[in-house]
C-alpha cells in the first residue's frame, strides 16, 4: 500500500466483520494467515489518513490511501514572549 509519495508501513488491514487482521510490512506489503476468498472485504486504517473499503478479488490489489485534510481550531493565549540566548 502506498500514498502519493510511496510505500506506507504498519497500515492496519482487517477483514470485515472478523478479529482477523494483519499490518503492512516496509514495503506496503500484508499477508494474512489465512487465506483470503474472493468477494472479502478489508478495512484499511491509518492514522492522518481515511480508512478505505476494499472489496477483495482475484487480480492483485493495489491500494492507494489518501491523506486526510486536519484543519485545527483554537485560540492562543500568550503572556510574553520569549527569547532564547545563543550558547556559546
Given amino acids: 500500500m502506498s500514498d502519493n509519495v510511496g510505500s506506507l508501513p504498519g497500515i492496519n488491514v482487517v477483514v470485515k466483520g472478523t478479529n482477523i487482521g494483519t499490518q503492512t510490512n516496509f514495503d506496503g506489503e500484508f499477508s494474512f494467515p489465512t487465506p483470503l476468498k474472493k468477494g472479502d472485504v478489508?478495512?484499511?486504517?491509518?492514522?492522518?489518513?481515511?480508512?478505505?473499503?476494499?472489496?477483495?478479488s482475484e487480480e492483485p490489489l493495489?491500494?492507494?490511501?489518501?491523506?486526510?485534510?486536519?484543519?485545527?481550531?483554537?485560540?492562543?493565549?500568550?503572556?510574553?514572549?520569549?527569547?532564547?540566548?545563543?550558547?556559546?
Fill in 42 to 56: 478489508l478495512i484499511v486504517s491509518f492514522i492522518g489518513y481515511i480508512t478505505k473499503e476494499v472489496i477483495v
Fill in 62 to 88: 493495489t491500494i492507494t490511501l489518501i491523506e486526510k485534510d486536519i484543519v485545527l481550531m483554537g485560540d492562543v493565549a500568550v503572556a510574553k514572549a520569549y527569547y532564547s540566548k545563543p550558547s556559546f
